[in-house]
T-cell receptor
Framework: AQSVAQPEDQVNVAEGNPLTVKCTYS??????LFWYVQYPNRGLQFLLK??????LVKGSYGFEAEFNKSQTSFHLKKPSALVSDSALYFC???????????FGDGTTLTVKP | DAGVIQSPRHEVTEMGQEVTLRCKPI?????LFWYRQTMMRGLELLIY????????DSGMPEDRFSAKMPNASFSTLKIQPSEPRDSAVYFC?????????????FGEGSRLTVL
């Protein structure tokens, strides 16, 4: 069975500082990994994904994520945080043998001015 | 494209009433998912369809919940009878058939309150 863990419920950073939101995964085959963002009273929006290839994946709004197979991690990063980045972030893994995605519990990112 | 369209956006009903949530996926997407989001349990997959066929409904809480996809452009999630513990935000999402590598496109959700 596949699973995703987001060890931090909350991440607080100051505007302009780098941010990291952590994610670790467990799958039986090749991992297809995703990050989504959710703003208040909105649906989830896709940020970026890792399927294969370069371990550093770049996505929307200046976000990037680094796939680390040995540590089974897929941490979300941004070099310089904005107040508008404050939101709920979800990591997800998609089963390679079926279509369903498993989501982590989410991490609330707060960027303070 | 208008994206995934869900209705109603908000629903307030009384315990015991039937609730029907509707979803129109993005045209051409072969997968459709129903998720439920609550503070206590986070984001839960209820059921998903591939080419209008239910593939996995193991997340459906109980027999009070049912979902259908009569055609490629429409799906419903029905709760009968509804209970206060069903109060949640229900999301529909669709995804293209991309050998499981496609991201999910979510609707704006239907916020259900059962009194």
């Amino acid at each position: 069975a596949q699973s995703v863990a987001q060890p931090e419920d909350q991440v607080n950073v100051a505007e302009g500082n780098p941010l990291t939101v952590k994610c670790t995964y467990s799958v039986s085959g090749n991992p297809y990994l995703f990050w989504y963002v959710q703003y208040p009273n909105r649906g989830l929006q896709f940020l970026l994904k890792y399927i294969t290839g370069d371990n550093l994946v770049k996505g929307s709004y200046g976000f990037e994520a680094e796939f680390n197979k040995s540590q089974t991690s897929f941490h979300l990063k941004k070099p310089s945080a904005l107040v508008s980045d404050s939101a709920l972030y979800f990591c997800a893994v998609r089963d390679t043998n079926a279509g369903k995605s498993t989501f982590g519990d989410g991490t609330t990112l707060t960027v303070k001015p | 494209d208008a994206g995934v369209i869900q209705s109603p956006r908000h629903e307030v009903t009384e315990m015991g009433q039937e609730v029907t949530l509707r979803c129109k996926p993005i045209s051409g997407h072969d997968y459709l998912f129903w998720y439920r989001q609550t503070m206590m349990r986070g984001l839960e997959l209820l059921i998903y369809f591939n080419n209008n066929v239910p593939i996995d409904d193991s997340g459906m809480p109980e027999d009070r919940f049912s979902a259908k996809m009569p055609n490629a452009s429409f799906s419903t999630l029905k709760i009968q009878p509804s209970e206060p513990r069903d109060s949640a935000v229900y999301f529909c999402a669709s995804s293209p058939q991309s050998w499981n590598t496609g991201e999910l496109f979510f609707g704006e959700g239907s916020r259900l309150t059962v009194l």
